[in-house]
């Protein structure tokens, strides 16, 4: 009999289930809405002309070897991905109180900041510390904390499905009502998966409530520059709450903005009071990078590093980013459109509202349902879709199993 016999069954990621339904089903006009990753009109993966140029580069370059990095990642990576969301003139990095660990995709970045966060914020080992995510949020937001030990992951207020769009007024009470020091964990841009962001004038609100009841900041930036085509634009509210004061983590995915899904690059950007506060952090990150990862790998950080610091490389990675991002506003408006055109019940202006890769449909589970099981249209649950699995091709078809399932499913 094995030791591992009482293990129980895991059950399957959704995103990647959703994607091995897609695979096995044979249905020629089958499409996938529920992934995670940007495709072409030809509903191809895209390898960006600039990071084929870059590596390209990296293999001619005899000076390279593959010696293990610093413990805290590419040091040309990390202040260059640094720069990109604090820009290049934030106080902050000129005062010496910015550092930051190259991490394995986002999800390290959150990881490695959990982790630091439970044994050193709000007294040392601090499992009770309540942590808040938004409501909906990324699945993984969740299980990170938690697995980082932290035993209170509460939801706070954020989309209002009633009127598809942000509930400001929700939000603004749960800053209100939480207790001091609390955790708030806050998607920079494009928020997954509703795609509603705060404007500025609320972003105003929200910082000027976090301050005064002393609330960390935790931004997760996964979409820089894939949001709106505008990198500025995309880290606008992650710079305000810097210029604001607050001492501050932000993780950054490289995976979307370069299409660097599988090299799992990412940055955790620490800000702190000052050097020495910023010194002592770092100090104790490494002794976490040491257990969890040792030492991180150099491809994807090198290629996002040759891109950032050369002005010819950075100005063709902004051009391929607007590429991207252009398309999928092109995707939104000529759904809503042609939803419009078929009279389909309900207000369809959201999907042109909401921004970056996801559009929260505001179907319901047994909408869904009848897409995946009568159209082969395979979405999340949640009735998230991934505007890049939309194509010229499609759009048609998807726009009138969407009219169908919301005139014939209640």
């Known amino acids: 009999m094995s030791v591992f016999c009482e293990v129980p069954q895991a059950a399957p990621v959704a995103v990647f289930k959703l994607t091995q339904d897609f695979s096995n089903d044979q249905f020629p006009k089958k499409v996938n809405l529920g992934v995670g990753a940007y495709r072409t009109d030809e509903g191809q993966p895209w390898v960006l002309p600039v990071v084929k140029k870059v590596e390209k580069i990296i293999v001619h370059d005899d000076r390279l070897n593959h010696e293990y990095l610093p413990i805290l990642g590419l040091p040309e990576f990390r202040s260059s991905a640094s720069k990109i969301a604090l820009g290049d003139d934030s106080p902050a990095i000129q005062e010496n109180r910015v550092g930051a660990v190259q991490c394995l995709g986002g999800t390290g970045a959150l990881k490695m900041g959990a982790e630091f966060l439970r044994r050193f914020y709000n007294g040392n080992n601090n499992t009770k510390t309540p942590v808040y995510v938004s409501a909906p949020t990324w699945e993984n937001h969740n299980a990170v904390f938690a697995n980082a030990g932290f035993e209170d992951v509460r939801p706070y207020k954020y989309w209002d499905a009633e009127k598809r769009g942000l509930d400001l007024a929700g939000f603004l009470g749960d800053l209100e009502s939480c207790p001091e020091h609390s955790i708030f964990v806050l998607h920079a841009c494009a928020h997954n998966p509703t795609g509603t962001d705060p404007t500025q004038e609320q972003w105003k609100q929200i910082a000027e409530v976090m301050m005064r009841r002393k609330l960390f900041v935790f931004f997760d930036s996964a979409y820089q520059?894939?949001?709106?085509?505008?990198?500025?634009?995309?880290?606008?509210?992650v710079r305000f709450f810097v210029s604001m004061g607050f001492e501050m983590f932000c993780a950054q995915s490289f995976s979307?903005?370069?299409?660097?899904?599988?090299?799992?690059?990412?940055?955790?950007?620490?800000?702190?009071?000052d050097a020495d506060n910023l010194k002592?952090?770092?100090?104790?990150?490494e002794k976490i990078v040491r257990t969890t990862w040792s030492n991180p790998p150099s491809q994807g950080a090198r290629i996002v590093a040759v891109t950032l610091n050369s002005p010819e490389l950075f100005s063709e990675w902004k051009d391929n980013v607007k590429t991207m991002a252009d398309r999928v506003l092109l995707m939104r408006a000529q759904l809503k459109a042609k939803l419009q055109a078929l009279g389909t019940p309900g207000t369809w202006d959201h999907i042109t509202e909401q921004i970056g890769m996801f559009s929260f449909t505001g179907l319901n589970p047994k909408q869904v349902e009848y897409m995946v099981k009568e159209k082969h249209i395979y979405l999340m649950a949640s009735g998230r879709i991934n505007m890049c699995g939309l194509t010229t091709k499609n759009i048609d078809y998807v726009a009138e199993s969407i009219h169908e399932a919301v005139t014939k499913v209640q």
């Open 225 to 237: 520059g894939f949001a709106s085509g505008n990198l500025e634009k995309d880290a606008w509210a």
């Open 256 to 273: 979307k903005n370069f299409g660097l899904y599988n090299e799992r690059v990412g940055n955790l950007t620490v800000v702190a009071r």
């Open 280 to 285: 002592r952090i770092l100090s104790q990150m």
